[in-house]
């Protein structure tokens, strides 16, 4: 399994970055994700989601903070860190990221090659 660290402040665009991390999985089955949204509940309802295809949502982890309780971003990815299950795989990104096609496979692909080094 992979999980995927997500730290948003107030980003719109995370929303789709969550979606796009399913969609664009060769293995979305085998991921896991933890967000922290550092967010106002109410400004930012609209956006606090996962966008698109829902079927994905069970496997993401969140931790919700008011924004004006937010403490940078190395705070908010410990925080994220926190809700680790002992995946094989961690990746840490930002909240407006976006993934090449089959992007899961290329990076365990890419991770063999290096130790073989």
């Given at each position: ?30 991921l ?5 949204w550092q ?37 908010a990815?410990h ?39």
């Open positions: 399994l992979i999980f995927v660290s997500v730290a948003c402040y107030r980003d719109p665009e995370c929303q789709w970055t969550l979606q796009n991390i399913f969609a664009t999985a060769r293995w979305p089955e085998k896991r994700v933890g967000v922290v967010v106002d509940a109410d400004e930012d309802a609209d956006f606090v989601r996962m966008s698109g295809d829902h079927k994905w949502r069970r496997y993401v982890r969140e931790i919700r903070l008011d924004w004006r309780e937010a403490r940078g971003p190395c705070k990815r925080l994220a860190s926190s809700l680790w299950d002992g995946e094989e795989f961690y990746l840490q990104i930002d909240a407006h990221t976006r993934f090449a096609p089959e992007w899961d496979a290329k990076l365990k692909n890419w991770l063999r090659r290096a130790e073989r080094a």
